[in-house]
């Protein structure tokens, strides 16, 4: 089993910073994939950035230029950057990590970008 744990949500006005951690714990392997996705109410949940264990990254055009995503192998853990930010980034963000074809979540951090 695998354990993603997030940290460093909150509430930020537009133009503003915030950064995201997620510790991954339990059985985890060294090649995988890890990355955030976001989720506003009744909407479907949205892929907004990834990054393999070698260091290829993905993103959704919206965020381009603004978010960056890293991540430290040796502490299994996946960060997330996010500058520029804008009210229309206000949703809930969930850390995940695929491995072998097995998906997990960590628990959501609440991200408010107030105009």
């Known amino acids: 089993q695998v354990q993603l744990v997030e940290s460093g949500g909150g509430l930020v006005q537009a133009g503003g910073s915030l950064r995201l951690s997620c510790v991954a714990s339990g059985r985890i392997f060294s090649m995988n994939l890890m990355g955030w996705y976001r989720q506003a109410p009744v909407k479907t949940r949205e892929l907004v950035a990834s990054?393999?264990?070698?260091?290829?990254?993905d993103y959704v055009e919206s965020v381009l230029g603004r978010f960056t995503i890293s991540r430290n192998n040796a502490k299994n853990t996946v960060y997330l950057q996010m500058n520029v930010l804008k009210p229309e980034d206000t949703d809930v963000y969930y850390c995940h990590i695929d491995q072998r074809g097995s998906f997990y979540w960590g628990q959501g951090s609440q991200i408010t970008v107030s105009s």
């Open positions: 990054i393999t264990s070698g260091g290829s990254t």
